[in-house]
């Protein structure tokens, strides 16, 4: 796919070119990180990156994990619907995160292991219901906690990508029941414009007596069925955190910068939109009108 | 607060009998459809929006959506104006829903493919799954074949479809093909075939028992959100993001597209229902629009001749070039001149009538419809003139006439009196010393009455023509029109250059006659059109254009208003010939015809049109048959989010007010709401800008500005004094200083200096820029530049304090920061911007929503701002009389005002109260009073992504994917 103007006019965009990322969302995870240092911890050691096709934030924890030389017991697995080109010391595996077989393909490959940390960056495909939108990517969120109810250490971190919309307090109070701190952050290379932001959850600590158990047949609703998240219609509002300084970029402003040469390739190899025949046909005057 | 009404994405549609029944947000609305009459309008769900309506054999009708389902019978929503007190929930998000074969239950499919078996108490008797295929789904459907056999059609977002089998819960298919996910699955009546759709933006047609893809459908440019089988499974409609419906003939396992239909704005058809008794279809889009179309063949509303089957079936010999030359079509059919001067009739057959050498190689046709009259003309300045009897059997009268003052004619035109029984013929010379000559005749006689020689404007070409009274109005090319007045031929005329960029008028047809004149539409083959006001006076003392407008693309042939009062519009468009309702933005029409052509004529019958032209020397003649039943049930509004509302608070207009919307789509609405019902009428949608649009305002009660990207800032002038419609057209635009396309106008405001007025325009890469605009002169004139920081300004606003001048601003930054301008414009110089007097951090991140108000009594200012970080806040800059400065005081603020970004707010109750939008779709009303924020009301709105707001008295605007329209308690 070729990035338009105003991609290349798009700071963070060139940004991440030049420091060899493969998308723009490194720097949320990075702006998070900032404000929260969930990535600073010298015992972070296991994490699962979710959602996580181009690989952005996987390269941010490929980075971070393996810049010594000391690599024991470091994983990094990263899944997605779609394929991702090879990253340094990061497992990738090609699945839905809601079906409930990657889950145990997941925690196959983490062997008796907990992670230190899940995060999840996952968007569904955008319809314009926004309904329907919502729902799903609450889903999503729902499968990235089930998984993380499974395989998150006591005190762990889970990170996931919102859509603030009508129902996030929803979210906010499941949320609230898992962790110490629930926190509804924005980094400012995040769009002022989009309704994306991200919770930052610390301090794993599961209700008492609960024990999770994944069956294959059952759907993440069914999961969380028995436990006191998502079985009840509590609100509440997480606090809210604006992240990375005031002076990094702002992505709602405009630069008057040249768009950015060719030199700055994107790292990441051509990716295969499902619509790439449909576009084909289209150039090619074969959509027209006349019948 | 309260609601009544509401315009918006409507998710399903269904014909059972008479009706129409419609999935209007969380409404059900009931409609006649061959009336179009709204029978009743019921309130299903408390916040969901109606996805899917199933109807039973039983008088039951089962609404789902979202987590929500309600069972009730079809007069409950016929009658009730709620029945949300029997609203059911379900754990998961339902996908799809279907009475049981015998409609004794109800099955409800949701996004894990779980599917609830309901009795009809609502009450779930059973559940079942196809074992470990749990993902999510983004469609699925339910197939009662018979009694014992149902399958359930799921579309996943990796896995292609899986059909499963309900009562053994057994996987009878998984259908491997399409690439991405699943958007929609249908099976046909048998369970034989299946229809599916993904985002690769193909439909494919499979056969289950062998589980082969029979056929891949390319056609749609975007994405298909539903697929219906029709007429005993031959055919197959679609309809998607790319606003089209589509029709596909089914042929030995092949998809074959045969009709194409646009029936919404941008984007998004989500849902369509066919009434095969009829063969109609219904749609239903994100604008909220409810279109019906006819699926009847076109075919046979065409025919083509030949000239050889011309020559044979009228029975004389052709020549051997010899072609059709002019036609008119007249209610009993056509004449036509040829190459030859031969002289033919069509009725039913071909008929010749006579021959005339004079008209040999080089002739035009007019017509006059209402009076049976046809004009012939050549180069040579002759006309023959015939008038037929209204069954076209006789020529009642003739005449032939030389016009020796001209040497010869390159354009001859005909128009006829709108209250006299006289035509005009005008004849013009390719010699511009000639004059212009028209020729006055009596219909009835075809006596000549007048013959006037007008002097001819400079480069000068007619090409169309009007008259009224003794005015002729004469369009020419380069958008050039002059009005000549009959009565006073030693007069200059009046001549208007360049109306729009500048190709050639193509119509002026009379429309009205205001206070103010009679208003012409006059349209331009480059797409434009205006409305033009004649200011009468001997001579004419004016030419005014009250608006100005681009149609959304093609060549503009003319222009007329039907009996609803609606603008049609008409034209080529590529390979297309269109007729479109631009008052309500939707096709009439559109004919296939190989783009435009030299000779063509659209002509009104009694049942619609009838399309007349020449391609590759044959003749074609194509019929279009106005529909029986109204071509929308509702109008809806913008496809995209509305970003901005604007009302115009200074006077009511019939029972209500103006205001416009400025959308993501790029254009701009003027519409009508009326006070008591809330119903909104749209008048215009404005095409000027380019990009998606940031704000609107008015100023006055006559201007008003929007902005958008591409530093787009247009300043509108409004007329509100004729009958037919307020009109609005372009004044001015701001100068840009460059061409990024990025660079947003984010907000501006405006300080009046008598007629002029002084504009503070803020930018997305932090400019802030104060302009002079002259009202006589029409120029902005920049005064003052500078930049805030590099942050994206979101809002300006301009006041006066202690006569001083000051310019508020709010960011990205979640500073509200004030410059006191006072001493700054001066002189003609462009002053750089001072440095800011005072400024304050309250917000976290940007501030969306920014409310002043001036209170020079207890000398302060209170600026109420909204913002990303949820909160809501009240800060007042108090004066310090020694100092002489404003200066900031956060008085209090609420952390979690709202569950997300609040998008907009308006003072109301002299501004005792705050209305605030966010995007949790939650409007709420907050107490001012004491500088104390407190929380009066609030109150969930169906519409989506809720980014814009206006109030006037007790009417409150909610505008985001639809408009809402409140009523609110005084207090
Ligand atoms: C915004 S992108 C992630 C970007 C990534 N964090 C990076 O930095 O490169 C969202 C991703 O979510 C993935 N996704 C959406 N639904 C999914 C699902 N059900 N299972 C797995 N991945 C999913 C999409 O394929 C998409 O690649």
Redesign the interface.
Known sequence: MGKS??DK?DLYYRKAKEQGYRARSAFKLLQLNEEFHFLDDPNLKRVVDLCAAPGSWSQVLSRKLFDKDDYTDRQIVAVD?QAMMPIDHVTTLQ??I????TLHQILELFGNHRADFVCSDGAP?V??????DE??QQ?LIM?ALQLTVCILKRGGTFVAKIF???D??LI?AQLGYLFDQVT?A?P?SSR?SS?EAFVVCQGYNPPEGWQPSLD???????FF?DCPVGSNEN?T?A????CGS?ESF?S?????VEPSATSLDPVQGPTN???K??LE??RSG?????? | MHSVSHYGPALSVKFLDRFVYAGYGPFLHVYEYATGKLANKCLIFNKNKVHGVRIGDNGLILCYGSRSVNLTSIQDVHEKSSIVESEKHTSEWIISGEFNSDCSQFYLLTCYDRVLTCDLECHVVKKSAVYGERSILYSGSIKVVSEDKVFINAGTVMGGIIVWELFSETLVANLLGHSGSIFYVEMNRDGSLIASCSDDRSVRLWDLKSQKELSVGWAHTARIWHLLFYNNDTRLISVSEDCTCRVWDIQSGKLLQSAIHEVHLTKNVWCVDVNEKDQLAITSGNDGRLRLISLTEQESLQRNFTIKQISDDSKVPFAKQEIIKGFHWFSFGLVAITSEGKILQYGNQWKFLMQNPQFKSYSMTNGISKDNIVIFSNNKCNLLILKFNSEGSEIVASRELHVDTLTKSQNCMVCRHHDRNEFFVTLESPNPHDPFMCLKFDTDSLNLRGQFGLKKPESFASSCLEIYESFLLVGSRFSVIAIFDLNNTSQESLVSRRLTPGDTTTSIHLVEFSIGGPVFVVTNRDGYYNFIRLKLGNPIEELEIIHSNRTARGFLEGAYYDNNGDLITYGFKSELFYIYNETQCYEKAVRVCGGAHRQWELARTPEGFMLVFIRASDLHFTRVIEPKVPEVLQCGTHGREIRDIALLKDFKYKNGHLFCTASEDTTIKLCHVHESTGQVTTFWTLRKHVSGLQRCKFLSSKLMISSSAREELFLWELTTDCNTKPYIKFRQALPISGNNPDLRITDFSVKFEGSNFILAAVYSDSAVKLWRYNHLQNRFQLAVEGHYKTCCILNASLFEFKNQSYLMLSATDGHLSLYNLTNTMNGGTVCPLPSVESSIQIHQSSIKAMNISVDDQNDAVRVYTGGDDNALAICAFHWESQTKRLLPHLKDVQRSAASSTITSSELINDDKQLVTASVDQIVRIWDTENDKLVLQEQKYTTVADTGSLDAVSNLLLIGGVGLSVWKTEHH
């Open positions: 103007s105003k006019r619907l699945a839905d809601t079906h409930p077989r495909d319809t314009g219901l926004h309904d329907l729902y799903v889903q499968s603030r919309g009508r996030i307090d906010y509804c924005k400012r002022g309704l294959t047949n059952s759907s993440v609703v069914e069925q609100r509002i606090p809210f955190m604006a005031l702002d709602d402003a405009t630069y008057h939109p499902p619509y025949r449909a046909l289209k074969r959509l027209t009108r006349a019948v």
